[in-house]
């Protein structure tokens, strides 16, 4: 696995999104990811109909023009029922990506920064890691009970110590710099360095991962809701309506098709995001070079 | 090397401990008296208080944990309480079609992926590689349980050409219990052909600038020879590192897999354990496979000694 370490564009922020936009993959990345929040935001406003008003009469419509992407089997429109359901997904992803982000990274940072703290703290990140994603997550909703609460501690467990890893390992090297050092020499404690020192410049590395991190929590909560391990199956999220249309498969394909194309391409989005920075915060992975 | 192996073994095992440690905790933090909810509201006084005596639950947490200790290190995983059957034994009975299916999708990622990624290495920068990259990206972003659907929309509804679900009857044939395999290994191979096309990529584009490959060109050699024989021989190992921890990746992805196709396999039998809060099964399978995995992250490791005489320090 690389480290990364921060490299500061040069120039600044303003040529580090230029040179980010630059890239036709990150502009549809980010773009796609705008659409996306600004449509979840906004549901309640674009949406045509109401996401749990029942029409019996219009079930298992297919999409036309009344019905974009067609009707469910008590007649809530598709179309609807997707905006709103990206609103949980995503926000299932953001609150993931944070609370992940707040274990992990205190947890690498401690690791990479007290060699006493290292082996036991680096230890548990591998023994967390031998747990495949969704199984852990899967125990854990299992322990907890499944509520949307639930799935997001659940899934906070299963992505922390995978920051945690990327942040231990960036701490090594950041550690040994000579500005630690200076800082160090000048007097300054140890939390004021990593705080000021070390956690500024791990941002890189944090900020990719946690791109990714965002990506696999929406993958893994579509798979949960799908199980019936999430939410509740009332609640629209891209994985319960695949799973509400799993029953009518030969007969109304649009109800799994689309909230499947809309999770395809969030995390799409979010994946070429994840590269470009990457791509852009480590020269050696740069694929231009 | 000694020095090394044991170091290795020593760090296996801690890592088990805490493997087995997590595995005890994630039951222990049910709210509330994880025997009550298992056996659901309509369990009586005495039901719960027979179901604690049998799991242990009455005895301290420390006593309980030394128990569970000993109880795995006879290889029992204790007994499922649905399935009125040991968990060793229920995992075993499953294990076919989950290690088939993850088999057959590691065959099907590997011939997507080894040829692509040698071929976009080798052309680095053309219209293939551009267009193998985005179909990397788009694959990795594809849940698995959907696209199992849509190939079965595809080609079990509208064709009838593969079985909507099922593993064959009891008395069925090794093909056909195969046959019933292609869809989902199918849906979980192009999915995880992802990752291996990547590492692929990335470990061909690193020898490809070595000097050996270089000399091997001065000598005249054709390019299919330097390409297959000289560079492909030494990105071999970390293809084949990615290969095998995609192996344990993909048990995770068999987990859901397995439902959309009603596959009977160690995912179904987690799934409907969740289901039943069958919490002995939950353990021992989420135990088992996590173990399975350290195991085969050693048993790379040790590859490395084998294969690659710069590890043996």
């Given at each position: 696995m690389s480290i990364i370490v921060s490299t500061p564009a040069p120039g600044g922020r303003n040529t580090f999104f230029r040179r980010m936009l630059k890239r036709k993959a990150v502009t549809f990345g980010v773009t796609v990811l705008v659409i996306f929040v600004l449509l979840a935001v906004f549901a309640p406003l674009i949406a045509?109909?109401?996401?749990?008003?029942?029409?019996i009469v219009n079930r298992?419509?297919?999409?036309?023009?009344?019905w974009w992407f067609g009707t469910d089997e008590?007649?809530?429109d598709v179309l609807s029922r997707t905006l709103y359901a990206g609103r949980l997904s995503l926000l299932v992803g953001a609150a993931v990506l944070v609370l992940s982000s707040l274990v992990g990274v205190t947890l690498g940072l401690l690791a990479g920064f007290f060699p006493k703290l290292d082996t036991p703290i680096a230890r548990l990140i591998d023994a967390m890691m031998a747990f495949p994603d969704i199984l852990l997550a899967i125990a854990l909703v299992a322990a907890l009970g499944p509520s949307l609460t639930t799935v997001i501690v659940a899934l906070s467990v299963v992505y922390a110590p995978r920051l945690a890893r990327v942040v231990r390992a960036s701490t090594l090297v950041i550690r040994e710099l000579p500005y630690v050092e200076a800082a160090r020499a000048l007097g300054i404690s140890t939390p004021n360095i990593m705080k000021r020192h070390v956690l500024r410049n791990l941002l890189s590395p944090i900020l990719v991962q946690g791109t990714f991190v965002f990506a696999h929590a929406m993958l893994a909560e579509a798979g949960l809701s799908f199980l019936g391990?999430?939410?509740?199956?009332?609640?629209?999220t891209w994985g319960t309506m695949i799973a509400a249309g799993r029953q009518y498969?030969?007969?109304?394909?649009w109800m799994t098709l689309f909230p499947g194309i809309a999770i395809v391409l969030s995390v799409l989005s979010l994946q070429m995001v994840g590269d470009g920075l990457r791509d852009l915060l480590d020269p050696r992975l740069r694929k231009d070079l | 090397m000694l020095r090394y192996i044991l170091n290795r073994f020593f760090g296996m095992v801690v890592v088990m401990f805490l493997v087995v440690t997590i595995v005890f905790v994630i039951v222990r933090?049910?709210?509330?008296d994880p025997a009550a909810v298992m056996l659901?509201?309509?369990?009586?006084q005495q039901d719960i208080a027979d179901l604690r005596g049998r799991l242990g639950l009455d005895r301290s947490l420390g006593v309980q944990y030394v128990y569970y200790i000993g109880q795995l290190l006879r290889g029992d995983l204790g007994q499922s309480i649905f399935l009125n059957q040991p968990v060793a034994t229920a995992l075993a009975d499953r294990a076919e079609p989950t290690f088939f299916l993850t088999l057959f999708s590691i065959l099907i990622a590997s011939v997507i992926a080894l040829p692509i990624g040698i071929y976009s290495a080798y052309r680095r920068g053309s219209l293939v590689d551009q267009l193998a990259t985005a179909l990397a990206m788009l694959a990795a972003s594809i849940p698995s349980f959907w696209l199992g659907l849509i190939l079965m929309q595809i080609f079990?509804?509208?064709?009838?050409?593969?079985?909507?679900?099922?593993?064959?009857?009891?008395?069925?044939t090794f093909s056909d219990r195969m046959y019933h395999l292609t869809l989902p290994a199918i849906a979980l191979g192009v999915v995880s052909s992802a990752l291996i096309l990547r590492f692929t990529r990335a470990s061909m584009l690193d020898v490809l600038g070595d000097d050996y490959v270089r000399t091997a060109r001065a000598k005249g050699l054709g390019e299919r020879s330097v390409v297959l024989k000289h560079a492909l021989k030494n990105a071999l190992i970390p293809i084949l590192t990615v290969v095998g921890l995609t192996a344990a990746v993909l048990i995770s992805g068999a987990v859901v897999t397995e439902t959309v196709f009603g596959l009977p396999g160690v995912g179904n039998l987690v799934v409907s354990a969740v289901l039943r809060r069958d919490y002995p099964v939950i353990q021992g399978a989420l135990l088992v496979i996590a173990a399975l995995y350290v195991l085969i992250n050693f048993a790379i490791d040790m590859l490395y000694l084998l294969i690659d005489p710069r590890v043996r320090y």
């Open positions: 045509p109909y109401a996401p749990n008003k029942l029409s298992l419509k297919p999409p036309s023009m009344t008590f007649g809530r391990l999430g939410v509740s199956p009332e609640i629209p498969i030969g007969q109304a394909d | 933090v049910t709210p509330g659901g509201p309509e369990a009586t079990s509804v509208r064709f009838g050409l593969f079985p909507v679900s099922g593993y064959g009857g009891p008395g069925s």
